[in-house]
C-alpha cells in the first residue's frame, strides 16, 4: 500500500481503515513485536474467535495507520481493537472487557439490538460532559432529564444544579453583595454619590434567571448540534437495560441501551420537623424567589447555607445562621472559624449549637421558628419573614429504579459505590457526579469523570478521574479557598512532628485606604516533613480565593515543596504572593500580623 501524505490520501486512508473495521467482526491494529498486542491476540485464539489483524511494523505506511486511528479513536497506542464496529480500545481494556463480560457483550453484537449505545440519566455538569463526549466519539447517545419541582413549586431548566440553583446564581448573588462593599470603598477613594443607594431583589433575580435561561437554551443547542438526543422525562429503570420516561403529561415511553450513565445529582434535604415543606424554602426556591426574603433564618452551617447567609447579609438584609454544631464541617476548623467570624463582624448572627423544632406561619411573609439548644435545652423563639433550610442534600437514587437493574446502593445515605473507573457493580451501568459514594459534590469534579469516562468507554483511552488534591472554594463573604488537606487530617495521618505549618495574616492592598479588615486575611501552609516539606495542604481566606487557589491546586498536582514556594517570585501588590514569603511556622509561635508592603 503506497505512504499516504496529502489530504486526499488522507481521507482515503480513513475510509481504508474504516472498511476494515465495518467489515471484520474483530479488528486488530497491532504490531508483531509488541507484547500487548500479542496478549489481545492470544486471548481471541483462545476464544475461538476470528480476529483480522494488520500488523503496522510490517506494512509501508503503518505510521500514517498510527496517526490516522488517533484522529479517529484517540488513542495513540497499539492494539487498538475494535469489535462489531465499536472501538474497544488497548490491552487492559480488552482483558477487563473480558474479565467483566462485556467483550462477550459486544462479540455477540448485542448492543446492536439496543436503541442506544448509551444512555444518560441526568442533564447536569457530568451528564452532559459525559453525552456530548460519547457522541462526539460516534456513539448514539440519549440524554433524559427531568427537574422534579420543589414543594413550592420552583422549577428551572436543563443544566442541573450548578447552572438553575447551584454555582452560578450563588457566584452571581456573591457578585452583588462584593458590589455593595465595593460601593463603600470608593467614597474612600472619592467617588462621590448620593447616599441613598438601595439594592432591588427583582431586578437582581430577573437579571441572574435571565442568564441561566440563556445557558439553558445553549445547553439544549450543544445537545443538538451533537446529535445527542435529548428527552424531557423522569427515568427510571424497569429492566437493567430499559428504563420508563414519563414526561410532564404523564406519557410513558420505553428505551433501551447498551450501557448506562446515572448521573441524577442531589436535591435538598428537608427537615423533618413541623411546617419545614409548608412555609421554609430551600436554595433550590430563593435564586427564584420574587420577592426580597426580608428578615431570613438560615439553618445550617455548611457551604450552601454560609454562603447564601453571606450574600443575603451582604445586601443588607437581616441574616441569623442556625447552626447545629461546627461551621463547615470536613473543612479545616481554624479557616471555618475565621471566615465564620468575618461574617460575625459584618453582621451576621449566629444562634450557635441550636437545632430547629417547628416552623409555624403567623400571617403570610412572618414564620414563627422555635429551636432548641443542644446543650441546655433552652428554648428559642424568633420571628423571620423566611427560612432557608441548607441542611445538606440527598442522593437523587431512591426513585430510579436500582433495585430493577440490581445496582448496589449505600442504603444509608442512597449514594453509590463505584470503581476507580466510575463502574456500579452492574458491569454495564456507570455513575459518576454528586450521587458518587466518597467523592467530591463539585461542578469541576463531575465534568471531568464524566469526560473521561465517554472517552475510556468508546475512545480506548484509559485515563481515571484523579479525586486527589481537588482545589475548591466556600464563597463566603471573605472567600475560603484550600487544597489538600486539613490541618487537623494532616496531623492525624502524618502526627504533629512531622508536619510543618506556615501562616500569615495579611491585608489586601485594596482594603488599606477604606481602612477595614486589617489583618483579616489568612493565609496557611502544611508541609510534609518526611517528603521534602511538600505541600500538603494549602489555604487562603481572602478576596479572589476562587482565581488564587486555582493556581495552586495545579502546582500541588505538580508535587510543589516550600523550596519551590520560596524560590518563587511574587507578584507586587497582590495577596496571592504571600505564599511566596512565609516564614512564620506555627510551632514558632510567631507574630501573624503583616507588616510593611
Ligand atoms: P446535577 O447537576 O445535580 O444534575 C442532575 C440532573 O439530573 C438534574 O437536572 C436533575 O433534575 C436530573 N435528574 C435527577 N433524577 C432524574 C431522573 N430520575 N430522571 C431524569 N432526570 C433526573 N460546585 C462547585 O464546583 N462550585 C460551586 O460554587 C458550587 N456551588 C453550589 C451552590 C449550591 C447552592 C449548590 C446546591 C451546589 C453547588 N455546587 C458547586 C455543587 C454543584 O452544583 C454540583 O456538584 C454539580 O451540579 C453536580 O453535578 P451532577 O451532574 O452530579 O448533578
Ligand atoms: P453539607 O455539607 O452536607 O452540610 C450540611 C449542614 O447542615 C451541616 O452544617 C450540618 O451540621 C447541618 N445539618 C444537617 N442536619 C441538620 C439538622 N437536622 N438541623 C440543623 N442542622 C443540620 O451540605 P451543603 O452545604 O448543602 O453542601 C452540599 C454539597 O454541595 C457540599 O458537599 C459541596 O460539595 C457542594 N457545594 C459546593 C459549593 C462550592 O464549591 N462553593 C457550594 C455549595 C455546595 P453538622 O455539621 O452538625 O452535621
Given at each position: 500500500?503506497?505512504?499516504?501524505?496529502?489530504?486526499?490520501?488522507?481521507?482515503?486512508?480513513?475510509?481504508?481503515?474504516?472498511?476494515?473495521?465495518?467489515?471484520?467482526?474483530?479488528?486488530?491494529?497491532?504490531?508483531?513485536?509488541?507484547?500487548?498486542?500479542?496478549?489481545?491476540?492470544?486471548?481471541?485464539?483462545?476464544?475461538?474467535?476470528?480476529?483480522?489483524?494488520?500488523?503496522?511494523?510490517?506494512?509501508?505506511?503503518?505510521?500514517?495507520?498510527?496517526?490516522?486511528?488517533?484522529?479517529?479513536?484517540?488513542?495513540?497506542?497499539?492494539?487498538?481493537?475494535?469489535?462489531?464496529?465499536?472501538?474497544?480500545?488497548?490491552?487492559?481494556?480488552?482483558?477487563?472487557?473480558?474479565?467483566?463480560?462485556?467483550?462477550?457483550?459486544?462479540?455477540?453484537?448485542?448492543?446492536?439490538?439496543?436503541?442506544?449505545?448509551?444512555?444518560?440519566?441526568?442533564?447536569?455538569?457530568?451528564?452532559?460532559?459525559?453525552?456530548?463526549?460519547?457522541?462526539?466519539?460516534?456513539?448514539?447517545?440519549?440524554?433524559?432529564?427531568?427537574?422534579?419541582?420543589?414543594?413550592?413549586?420552583?422549577?428551572?431548566?436543563?443544566?442541573?444544579?450548578?447552572?438553575?440553583?447551584?454555582?452560578?446564581?450563588?457566584?452571581?448573588?456573591?457578585?452583588?453583595?462584593?458590589?455593595?462593599?465595593?460601593?463603600?470603598?470608593?467614597?474612600?477613594?472619592?467617588?462621590?454619590?448620593?447616599?441613598?443607594?438601595?439594592?432591588?431583589?427583582?431586578?437582581?433575580?430577573?437579571?441572574?434567571?435571565?442568564?441561566?435561561?440563556?445557558?439553558?437554551?445553549?445547553?439544549?443547542?450543544?445537545?443538538?448540534?451533537?446529535?445527542?438526543?435529548?428527552?424531557?422525562?423522569?427515568?427510571?429503570?424497569?429492566?437493567?437495560?430499559?428504563?420508563?420516561?414519563?414526561?410532564?403529561?404523564?406519557?410513558?415511553?420505553?428505551?433501551?441501551?447498551?450501557?448506562?450513565?446515572?448521573?441524577?445529582?442531589?436535591?435538598?434535604?428537608?427537615?423533618?420537623?413541623?411546617?419545614?415543606?409548608?412555609?421554609?424554602?430551600?436554595?433550590?426556591?430563593?435564586?427564584?424567589?420574587?420577592?426580597?426574603?426580608?428578615?431570613?433564618?438560615?439553618?445550617?452551617?455548611?457551604?450552601?447555607?454560609?454562603?447564601?447567609?453571606?450574600?443575603?447579609?451582604?445586601?443588607?438584609?437581616?441574616?441569623?445562621?442556625?447552626?447545629?454544631?461546627?461551621?463547615?464541617?470536613?473543612?479545616?476548623?481554624?479557616?471555618?472559624?475565621?471566615?465564620?467570624?468575618?461574617?460575625?463582624?459584618?453582621?451576621?448572627?449566629?444562634?450557635?449549637?441550636?437545632?430547629?423544632?417547628?416552623?409555624?406561619?403567623?400571617?403570610?411573609?412572618?414564620?414563627?421558628?422555635?429551636?432548641?439548644?443542644?446543650?441546655?435545652?433552652?428554648?428559642?423563639?424568633?420571628?423571620?419573614?423566611?427560612?432557608?433550610?441548607?441542611?445538606?442534600?440527598?442522593?437523587?437514587?431512591?426513585?430510579?429504579?436500582?433495585?430493577?437493574?440490581?445496582?448496589?446502593?449505600?442504603?444509608?445515605?442512597?449514594?453509590?459505590?463505584?470503581?476507580?473507573?466510575?463502574?456500579?457493580?452492574?458491569?454495564?451501568?456507570?455513575?459518576?457526579?454528586?450521587?458518587?459514594?466518597?467523592?467530591?459534590?463539585?461542578?469541576?469534579?463531575?465534568?471531568?469523570?464524566?469526560?473521561?469516562?465517554?472517552?475510556?468507554?468508546?475512545?480506548?483511552?484509559?485515563?481515571?478521574?484523579?479525586?486527589?488534591?481537588?482545589?475548591?472554594?466556600?464563597?463566603?463573604?471573605?472567600?475560603?479557598?484550600?487544597?489538600?488537606?486539613?490541618?487537623?487530617?494532616?496531623?492525624?495521618?502524618?502526627?504533629?512532628?512531622?508536619?510543618?505549618?506556615?501562616?500569615?495574616?495579611?491585608?489586601?492592598?485594596?482594603?488599606?485606604?477604606?481602612?477595614?479588615?486589617?489583618?483579616?486575611?489568612?493565609?496557611?501552609?502544611?508541609?510534609?516533613?518526611?517528603?521534602?516539606?511538600?505541600?500538603?495542604g494549602f489555604h487562603y481566606l481572602g478576596p479572589n480565593a476562587g482565581e488564587v487557589t486555582q493556581g495552586f491546586g495545579i502546582a500541588m498536582k505538580c508535587?510543589?515543596t516550600k523550596d519551590q514556594l520560596d524560590v518563587t517570585i511574587g507578584i507586587h501588590p497582590t495577596c496571592a504572593e504571600i505564599f511566596t514569603t512565609m516564614?512564620?511556622?506555627?510551632?514558632?509561635?510567631?507574630?501573624?500580623?503583616?507588616?510593611?508592603?
Amino acid at each position: 500500500m503506497p505512504p499516504v501524505e496529502n489530504a486526499g490520501g488522507k481521507s482515503e486512508l480513513k475510509s481504508r481503515i474504516q472498511g476494515l473495521i465495518d467489515s471484520n467482526q474483530v479488528m486488530v491494529f497491532s504490531k508483531s513485536y509488541c507484547p500487548f498486542c500479542i496478549k489481545v491476540k492470544d486471548l481471541f485464539r483462545e476464544l475461538k474467535v476470528d480476529c483480522n489483524v494488520v500488523e503496522l511494523d510490517l506494512i509501508d505506511d503503518g505510521t500514517n495507520y498510527q496517526e490516522m486511528l488517533l484522529e479517529m479513536t484517540g488513542q495513540k497506542t497499539v492494539p487498538s481493537v475494535f469489535i462489531n464496529k465499536t472501538h474497544l480500545g488497548g490491552c487492559d481494556k480488552t482483558l477487563q472487557a473480558h474479565k467483566d463480560g462485556s467483550l462477550q457483550q459486544l462479540l455477540s453484537g448485542e448492543s446492536e439490538k439496543y436503541d442506544y449505545d448509551l444512555i444518560v440519566i441526568g442533564g447536569g455538569s457530568g451528564g452532559l460532559a459525559c453525552s456530548k463526549e460519547a457522541a462526539k466519539l460516534g456513539k448514539k447517545v440519549m440524554v433524559v432529564d427531568y427537574v422534579v419541582p420543589t414543594p413550592k413549586g420552583t422549577t428551572w431548566g436543563l443544566g442541573g444544579t450548578c447552572v438553575n440553583v447551584g454555582c452560578i446564581p450563588k457566584k452571581l448573588m456573591h457578585q452583588t453583595a462584593l458590589l455593595s462593599t465595593a460601593m463603600q470603598d470608593a467614597r474612600k477613594f472619592g467617588w462621590e454619590f448620593d447616599e441613598a443607594v438601595k439594592h432591588n431583589w427583582d431586578t437582581m433575580r430577573s437579571a441572574i434567571n435571565n442568564y441561566i435561561g440563556s445557558l439553558n437554551w445553549g445547553y439544549r443547542v450543544a445537545l443538538r448540534d451533537k446529535d445527542v438526543n435529548y428527552v424531557n422525562a423522569y427515568a427510571e429503570f424497569v429492566e437493567p437495560h430499559k428504563i420508563k420516561a414519563t414526561n410532564k403529561k404523564g406519557k410513558e415511553t420505553f428505551y433501551t441501551a447498551a450501557k448506562f450513565v446515572l448521573a441524577t445529582g442531589e436535591r435538598p434535604r428537608y427537615l423533618g420537623v413541623p411546617g419545614d415543606k409548608e412555609y421554609c424554602i430551600t436554595s433550590d426556591d430563593l435564586f427564584y424567589l420574587p420577592h426580597c426574603p426580608g428578615k431570613t433564618l438560615v439553618i445550617g452551617a455548611s457551604y450552601v447555607a454560609l454562603e447564601c447567609g453571606g450574600f443575603l447579609a451582604g445586601l443588607g438584609i437581616d441574616v441569623t445562621v442556625m447552626v447545629r454544631s461546627i461551621l463547615l464541617r470536613g473543612f479545616d476548623q481554624d479557616m471555618a472559624n475565621r471566615a465564620g467570624e468575618h461574617m460575625e463582624e459584618h453582621g451576621v448572627k449566629f444562634l450557635r449549637k441550636y437545632i430547629p423544632v417547628k416552623i409555624e406561619e403567623l400571617e403570610a411573609g412572618r414564620l414563627k421558628v422555635t429551636g432548641k439548644s443542644t446543650d441546655t435545652g433552652e428554648i428559642f423563639e424568633g420571628e423571620f419573614n423566611t427560612v432557608l433550610i441548607a441542611v445538606g442534600r440527598d442522593a437523587c437514587t431512591d426513585k430510579l429504579g436500582l433495585d430493577k437493574a440490581e445496582v448496589k446502593v449505600n442504603p444509608k445515605n442512597g449514594k453509590i459505590p463505584v470503581s476507580d473507573e466510575e463502574q456500579t457493580n452492574v458491569p454495564h451501568i456507570y455513575a459518576i457526579g454528586d450521587i458518587l459514594e466518597g467523592k467530591w459534590e463539585l461542578t469541576p469534579v463531575a465534568i471531568q469523570a464524566g469526560k473521561l469516562l465517554a472517552r475510556r468507554l468508546y475512545g480506548g483511552a484509559t485515563l481515571k478521574c484523579d479525586y486527589v488534591n481537588v482545589p475548591t472554594t466556600v464563597f463566603t463573604p471573605l472567600e475560603y479557598g484550600c487544597c489538600g488537606l486539613s490541618e487537623e487530617r494532616a496531623l492525624e495521618l502524618y502526627g504533629q512532628e512531622n508536619v510543618e505549618i506556615y501562616h500569615s495574616l495579611f491585608w489586601p492592598l485594596e482594603f488599606t485606604v477604606p481602612g477595614r479588615d486589617n489583618n483579616k486575611c489568612y493565609a496557611k501552609i502544611l508541609c510534609n516533613k518526611l517528603d521534602n516539606d511538600r505541600v500538603i495542604g494549602f489555604h487562603y481566606l481572602g478576596p479572589n480565593a476562587g482565581e488564587v487557589t486555582q493556581g495552586f491546586g495545579i502546582a500541588m498536582k505538580c508535587g510543589v515543596t516550600k523550596d519551590q514556594l520560596d524560590v518563587t517570585i511574587g507578584i507586587h501588590p497582590t495577596c496571592a504572593e504571600i505564599f511566596t514569603t512565609m516564614e512564620v511556622t506555627k510551632k514558632s509561635g510567631g507574630s501573624l500580623a503583616m507588616s510593611g508592603c
